[in-house]
């Protein structure tokens, strides 16, 4: 192949593949943003990532842990939730490290912090990968540290 033809080759595929790239940014960030914004509201107690559902939302939970599985539903997932909140005496805080998103998937990496109801911390790491339809979360993989999560649900007895 000549020199010519290689030229108007790359030209053409970065063409094709930046035009992509920017048809995507506008929902990307869009969705970017809403998952900073409820990832602030939650930091300031004012709501959570979850407010962002879409009422039949998937959500699987990865690993080994007695919460692993997969929820069909926003009203599943906050069974499995109110359990892990019930063993908590302050709520979770997140602080988030990273998100990355490409067209309708936002993927955040964060951070938990609480106490439990023994007082001891409850420290995990999470990584969410998010899509979203329409401005709302319609499946979620939650990959974390299911050991910590284990100790806990195993180590404290949940509020009544």
Same mark, same amino acid.
Do not use: C
């Given at each position: 192949? /000549?020199?010519?033809?290689?030229?108007?080759?790359?030209?053409?595929?970065?063409?094709?593949?930046?035009?992509?790239?920017?048809?995507?940014? #506008?929902?990307?960030?869009? /969705?970017? =943003?809403?998952?900073?914004?409820?990832?602030?509201?939650?930091?300031?107690?004012?709501?959570?990532?979850?407010?962002?559902?879409?009422? /039949?939302?998937? $959500?699987?939970?990865?690993?080994?842990?007695?919460?692993?599985?997969?929820?069909? !539903?926003?009203?599943?997932?906050?069974?499995?939730?109110?359990?892990?909140?019930?063993?908590?005496?302050?709520?979770?805080? #997140?602080?988030?490290? !990273?998100?990355?998103?490409? =067209?309708?998937?936002?993927?955040?990496? $964060?951070?938990?912090?609480?106490?439990?109801?023994?007082?001891? #911390?409850?420290?995990?790491?999470?990584? $969410?990968?998010?899509?979203?339809? !329409?401005?709302?979360?319609?499946?979620?993989?939650?990959?974390? =540290?299911?050991?910590?999560?284990?100790?806990?649900?195993?180590?404290?007895? #949940?509020?009544?």
């Amino acid at each position: 192949m /000549n020199l010519a033809w290689r030229v108007q080759a790359l030209a053409l595929s970065l063409v094709f593949s930046t035009s992509n790239v920017w048809a995507s940014e #506008p929902i990307q960030n869009a /969705n970017t =943003d809403l998952v900073r914004q409820a990832f602030a509201n939650w930091q300031q107690g004012k709501g959570t990532v979850f407010d962002l559902l879409a009422p /039949n939302a998937k $959500w699987t939970v990865a690993g080994t842990s007695p919460v692993s599985g997969v929820y069909n !539903n926003k009203a599943e997932l906050a069974h499995v939730v109110r359990s892990i909140t019930a063993r908590l005496a302050t709520p979770i805080v #997140p602080t988030v490290q !990273n998100i990355v998103a490409q =067209d309708d998937v936002v993927v955040v990496m $964060w951070d938990g912090t609480a106490t439990a109801l023994d007082h001891k #911390p409850y420290n995990n790491t999470y990584l $969410w990968h998010m899509t979203f339809k !329409n401005g709302q979360i319609i499946e979620v993989t939650a990959f974390l =540290d299911t050991y910590v999560l284990d100790d806990l649900i195993r180590r404290v007895k #949940p509020a009544q």
